[in-house]
């Protein structure tokens, strides 16, 4: 879909974009001096200056372009076109002008130094040629690239649409109004890091609601769901457990499957496609299971919907500060603190590693996360591991 540039921050190019006009668009002056021709200059030095006559003045804005003849110069300032006669600037510091004390001169400007052709001028097109690629298709547009594509004279970009997505958090545990909690009862969390999650990478969820362990609500509010939105991510409800409404309402879909992934934490999970036509990620309730899983399964599937080059964070080797209990069989995902030294990245573990898809407190304070390749087993102050950093 075509948008205007200027409401498409965050939103991913479906096309390659080039350059509408030159970058320059013109031959401009980088510095307020004097327009010249460098030939004009020669023989110029501190103890035999030049003499030029001013013919006449550039500012930025201005359409006029002065006829430099011999031994005349044009004031100019930064910005402003080079008269199509003049092939160098000289800036106002490296002159004297004829009237004692004044920094420019009104007729006559004394030049010091010889200056070479090209010398202070901004060349058309050295920074971008006209119908050069600026940009390219799955790209994400940041302000730095909306602002080259402005500065290139590009006002419309075809983006792919964000893709349209419900948050459903499962448990008949979870208080979510202002009233005191039961015995049993705990506050809501996981909406609203789902809903989070999709608000830092731009998306707006569509709804967002809670539904406590009704089986037959929940597969209700889903098939309806269904046909109105491209994916619906659930928390909780799927483990073994005899409520664990989010498994059983996902048995009767053929497209779905019900999975233990090889990742500590993060083992149950129900991936697929329901029947209404949206994807269905089914997460695990333990809040850092919850976090980790999007990482890892969710957010580069929204991406790939929009059409993204890049669906991974980069990871970076950080040394670990202090040592934690590994994970045998399975990659271990752990949350960390991550902090920058001359020497590089430190990262010490945020939670305890024995033990910490519950621990949603921790969690929270952590930068990233250390990725430990199955079989490693433990970690041990002083060695490297690879990080991905998620919030900085
Ligand atoms: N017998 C077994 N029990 C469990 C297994 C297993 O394999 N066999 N797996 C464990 C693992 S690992 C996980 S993860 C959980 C997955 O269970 P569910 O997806 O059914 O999650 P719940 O039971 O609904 O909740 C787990 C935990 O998380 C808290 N929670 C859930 N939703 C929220 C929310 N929206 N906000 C805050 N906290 C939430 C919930 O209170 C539980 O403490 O199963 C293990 N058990
Ligand atoms: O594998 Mo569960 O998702 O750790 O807590």
Known sequence: MAVPLRKATGLYLADDVAAAVALPLWHNSAMDGYAVRAADTAGAAPGSAVELRIIGEVAAGDGVDPRLERGT???IMTGAPVPSSADAVIPVEQTAADV??????EHRVLVRREVVPGAHVRRRGEDAAV??????????LGARRIAALAAAGVSEVSVRRRPRVAVIATGA????GSGPLERGQIPESNSVLIAGLLAEEGIEPVSVSVCDDDAEGFAARLAELAGEVDAVITTGGVGPGLHDIVRIALAIEPDVRAVRVAVKPGQPQCFGRLRGGAMIFALPGNPVSAAVSYELF?????????GAGRLHRPSVPAVADHGWRGSAERTQVLPVRIRSTP???RCSPAVDARGYSHAVGGHGAA???AIVEPGRGDVSAGETVETVIVAW
Do not use: F, I, K, N
């Open 73 to 75: 110069a044009v004031r």
């Open 100 to 105: 004692v004390g004044a920094a420019w001169a």
């Open 131 to 140: 119908g050069s690629l600026l940009a390219h298709s799955g790209e994400r």
């Open 173 to 176: 545990e979870l208080h979510t």
């Open 298 to 306: 969710v957010r580069p599937a929204l991406l790939r919907m929009q």
């Open 343 to 345: 020497h590089g990245l």
């Open 367 to 369: 930068d990233g996360y």
